[in-house]
């Protein structure tokens, strides 16, 4: 596929099965046929980080996953569930504007292959499916993704060497390939009060290092919000890649966070904030923290309903940002389309502050603008110190087609020359995306 596809079939900002159609089903069981299919055309007018001397890119990624999914009916309500899914992924054209990839990758692999248990009604001091285990190749998630949000850096074939393989098969931008190799969770209480999540997750993602780690997630979920305390061990990591990356301290890592989301019970107030700790284990490595405070308002009786928003964050030196990933919208966790896709920083060593604005002109299309600052990065040497402005908008255009176009701004304080992230110049450059989904 050599031509870019301008409207695409899914995309991370909605990832339904996109195709869920019932193969059988009966009183005790239900079989589906599941079918997600995703695509996007990216254009920027500069390069950064790795092959810049390109004089800007255009590329396409996209990838199609489909398999069978279903559960059977126990006793009691009691259900066990699994999938297996397969995912074939791409990059076409030029490589992505970061230079992850080249534009040659192609794979097709297995992605999910999970089997789960919901306790239903057997176990009514948890409340209805109080208990859910599960274990297998699956896709993961903690709070809205600020640590943990699958193992979703999918890089391409671009920085391959000395024997190091970095290729997942492309479809950066998109995230194509979101499941951990290995995984058992236990999810245990109901939808409020006291519940937990305790995990182990393997990953084989070589950009990652291959990290495995365990942790366990305490939530107390009321109505003006959820409270949270995470704890996660790191176990083991690749050695040959770890060094490479610099990530050879997951192992034995310890990374503690505590967090809050919810209105403190007024309906138009978001408020959302976490603070983290990090012990590296090793006496060579600092300690880091990672923090971020949130507040928002909905206007909702106000024409279009405008909504605006305002974070600051701080990542010391030396925080690993672990397995974050896009999760409640634009902005969250990768803040900024071009610094945090391709520029940098990326969630590590600098102070982002965020300014947003949301409006409903109509039920079916938003419109948003996002403005970040970077500030004191790169070990207070400034050299990825930027601003950043997107303007988006998410369209329903009907119940099955979805389009959301992306055009961003990115005015880096420093050129390459003088040790920034932008190649030849500080100008002003210009970012565009778009991204469709389609569904059944």
């Known amino acids: 596929m050599n031509n870019p596809v301008l409207w695409v079939l899914t995309s991370q900002l909605i990832i339904p099965s996109a195709l869920a159609a019932s193969l059988s089903s009966g009183a005790d069981y239900e079989l589906n046929g599941d079918l997600e299919i995703a695509a996007g055309v990216f254009s920027s007018d500069k390069n950064y980080l790795y092959d810049?001397?390109?004089?800007?890119?255009?590329?396409?990624e996209g990838y199609i996953k489909f398999g069978v999914s279903g559960h059977y009916n126990l006793t009691q309500a009691a259900t066990t569930y699994g999938a297996v899914n397969v995912l074939s992924s791409g990059t076409w054209g030029?490589?992505?504007a970061g230079g992850f990839t080249s534009g040659?990758?192609?794979?097709?692999?297995?992605?999910?292959?999970?089997?789960?248990?919901?306790?239903?009604n057997l176990l009514p001091a948890l409340g209805t499916d109080g208990l859910d285990v599960s274990v297998g190749r699956q896709n993961f998630a903690i709070g809205d993704g600020f640590l943990i949000n699958g193992d979703s850096l999918n890089l391409g074939d671009n920085l391959n060497g000395g024997g190091l393989d970095f290729d997942r098969g492309g479809a950066?931008?998109?995230?194509?390939?979101?499941?951990f190799d290995s995984t058992a969770i236990a999810r245990i209480g109901g939808d409020s009060g006291l519940r937990s999540d305790v995990f182990w997750l393997q990953s084989d993602n070589n950009a990652q290092a291959d990290t495995e780690l365990a942790g366990i997630n305490l939530e107390y979920v009321a109505p003006y919000g959820t409270f949270g305390l995470m704890h996660i061990k790191g176990l083991d990591v690749d050695d040959n890649y770890a060094q490479a990356l610099g990530l050879s301290n997951r192992d034995g890592q310890k990374t503690t966070s505590l967090r809050y989301q919810g209105?403190?019970?007024?309906?138009q107030l978001f408020l959302s904030g976490e603070i983290v700790t990090q012990d590296q284990g090793d006496a060579s490595r600092p300690d880091a923290e990672a923090w971020y405070l949130e507040a928002g308002w909905s206007f909702s009786e106000v024409t279009w309903a405008p909504e605006v928003s305002a974070r600051f964050s701080q990542f010391d030196e030396g925080f690993d940002p672990l397995f974050f990933g896009f999760n409640r919208g634009y902005g969250t966790w990768f803040q900024g389309e071009v610094a945090a896709n391709y520029a940098g920083p990326f969630n590590t060593d600098t102070d982002v502050l965020h300014l947003g604005v949301k409006a409903y002109p109509t039920s079916n299309l938003a419109v948003g603008a996002l403005f970040f600052d970077f500030s004191d990065t790169n070990q207070g040497t400034g050299t990825l110190d930027s601003q950043e402005i997107d303007l988006y908008a998410e369209w329903a255009v009907r119940e099955n087609l979805f389009i959301s176009p992306v055009i961003g701004?990115?005015?880096?304080?420093?050129?390459?020359?003088?040790?920034?992230?932008?190649?030849?110049?500080?100008?002003?450059?210009?970012?565009?995306?778009?991204?469709?989904?389609?569904?059944?």
């Open 52 to 60: 810049t001397d390109r004089g800007g890119a255009f590329w396409q």
């Open 94 to 96: 030029d490589g992505d």
């Open 104 to 120: 040659d990758e192609r794979r097709t692999d297995l992605e999910d292959a999970y089997i789960g248990f919901r306790s239903g």
């Open 172 to 179: 950066y931008w998109l995230a194509a390939r979101k499941a």
């Open 263 to 267: 209105n403190a019970g007024t309906e």
């Open 409 to 440: 701004f990115y005015k880096p304080e420093n050129s390459a020359a003088n040790g920034g992230s932008q190649y030849q110049d500080d100008d002003l450059s210009t970012y565009a995306q778009i991204i469709a989904v389609i569904g059944f």
